[in-house]
């Protein structure tokens, strides 16, 4: 197996687009991945298109808007996890030797339909008779689960999505940039208890792109190029309650302890994640199964101010959070989470996301500036039979700058999700070309321009609730 580098993304803002297709969209982050990597369709030799429900032909409709080459297309869709699932494809085509450089697009155009669930099979479902299979009511059951077990409030999954909407102020290629204190939030509209309105991830319009090549080849277009060390693949192991009660948590602890190893790194190195927030009641599970704090601890931790911007709660929401902190709690680590707004703000278009997430981290590795922040996506963590788990850690420099330090990137999909974890340190230089907003980041974190650890974290979770307004 070749080693293979990610020297070109782009995502556009995920929203709605309703005067136009989603070829069109897709084909808009393509042209700018190729432009990211200065290249053209002419150096393209495949094309694998992640696009959950207009799946057949989607690529082919892209190359329509970017150029008819003739080169081989591979449509994909695997739930949530399309697409990481075709980014993972075209990581493997190089790897192989078949191609030197490949593109990889998701893309979705979801309106504002909202994807719930299905029934799953007649033999073994519960619907209707003992919970759900719908999305709000799997995570709504998950969030009351583990109130049950270790005494987790409502008001402690809210806060999730209050710290969250608040980060995603920051980030302009958020869907929603809006404040939600938490009296706001908890006077929502009751979706599936504990989760309100405010607590649920948007839908809507997206499209993400990656070129990928040879590592030989990258270093013609780049002295930095960002190398993907490992893919992995599982999907959920065998527990009795599979197959009528979902299980959003092994499977992506699972994931993140391999990620883990992949990686050569802990939770505790990480000083950002990025995780995928489909539900606020997701945040908090998912902060026990990739280790940021210890079992049964996720609302005392999220409560600590630990995984808000600045390790600490902003002075405006501190008198509400009060309440609700465990002065006795002493974080396992002040790893920032969802630094960009997470899902609840960004909104989820399901092909869209696992490709978009990758760009998150080429972002930052490539020409960001942050104060000892590591950065990580975590895209659903998802139970649905039939989707899988994968792997990429990654390593090499941030673009643009000779002599900057290690970077170790792994990126964990899972069933519907993934987990990327990257780590280096030192600052790191290049002017970002497309986006801006981490400059208005830099001023929250400081003047002190230094990357300690980056990662990302992607973790997927299946179909999102439609949500017409915000706030």
């Known amino acids: 197996m070749r080693e293979v580098a990610v020297v070109g993304v782009s995502m556009i803002k995920f929203g709605r687009y309703p005067d136009r297709d989603v070829s069109q ?55 949530c996890a399309t697409g ?40 073994t479902s519960l619907e209707g008779r003992v919970g759900s299979y719908m999305m709000p009511a799997v995570f709504g059951m998950a969030g009351m689960e583990h109130s049950r077990a270790y005494g987790t409030k409502q008001e402690h999954f809210a806060l999730a999505s209050v710290k969250n909407h608040f980060h995603s102020t920051q980030n302009p290629l958020a869907q929603y940039q809006k404040e939600s204190p938490l009296d706001e939030v908890l006077n929502g509209r009751v979706i599936a208890y504990p989760n309100t309105l405010l607590m649920c991830c948007p839908t809507g319009d997206g499209a993400a792109a990656a070129i990928l090549c040879s590592m030989d080849k990258a270093r013609q277009f780049t002295t930095q190029p960002i190398k993907i060390a490992a893919s992995v693949l599982t999907s959920d192991p065998w527990t009795d309650r599979d197959l009528t009660l979902p299980d959003i948590n092994t499977l992506t602890r699972n994931a993140a302890k391999i990620a883990y190893e992949q990686a050569g790194i ?82 989820h278009p399901l092909g869209a996301t696992g490709v978009a997430n990758i760009a998150e981290i080429v972002f930052h590795l490539g020409q960001r500036e942050f104060l000892e922040f590591t950065f990580a996506q975590a895209d659903r963590s998802h139970w649905r039979d039939g989707s ?56 929250i974190v ?26």
């Open 84 to 123: 990481s699932t075709a980014f993972r494809e075209a990581y493997f085509a190089v790897a192989s030797g078949a191609y030197d450089v490949v593109m990889a697009v998701g893309s979705e155009q979801m309106g504002k339909q909202g994807l719930l669930g299905s029934r799953g099979d007649p033999a």
């Open 266 to 347: 802990g939770p505790e190195d990480l000083s950002q994640v990025e995780l995928h927030d489909c539900f606020a009641t997701a945040e908090l599970l998912h902060y026990e199964n990739l280790g940021l704090c210890e079992e049964g601890m996720a609302g005392a931790h999220v409560a600590s101010g630990a995984p808000w911007i600045g390790n600490k709660i902003p002075a405006k929401y501190a008198e509400d959070v009060a309440p609700f902190q465990d002065k006795t709690y002493k974080p396992k680590t002040t790893a920032v989470v969802n630094a960009s707004g997470g899902l609840l703000s960004k909104g």
């Open 388 to 443: 899988a788990l994968q792997i990429h850690p990654v390593s090499g420099h941030p673009r643009g700058r000779q002599g900057a330090p290690t970077v170790r990137f792994a990126r964990v999909r899972g069933r519907c999700g993934a987990l990327l974890l990257l780590e280096f340190g030192e600052r790191f230089g290049d002017h970002f070309r497309h986006r801006q907003r981490f400059d208005d980041v830099h001023q």
């Open 25 to 79: 969209l897709a084909a808009q982050a393509g042209y700018e991945a190729l432009s990211d990597a200065g290249m053209t369709m002419k150096n393209i030799e495949s094309l694998y298109s992640g696009n959950l429900y207009q799946t057949s032909g989607s690529g082919q409709r892209i190359l329509q808007q970017l150029g008819q080459t003739g080169i081989p297309v591979v449509n994909v869709a695997n739930a």
């Open 446 to 471: 400081g003047t002190r321009r230094v990357l300690r650890r980056v990662a990302r974290v992607e973790i997927g979770v299946g179909d999102d609730l439609q949500r017409d307004q915000h706030g």
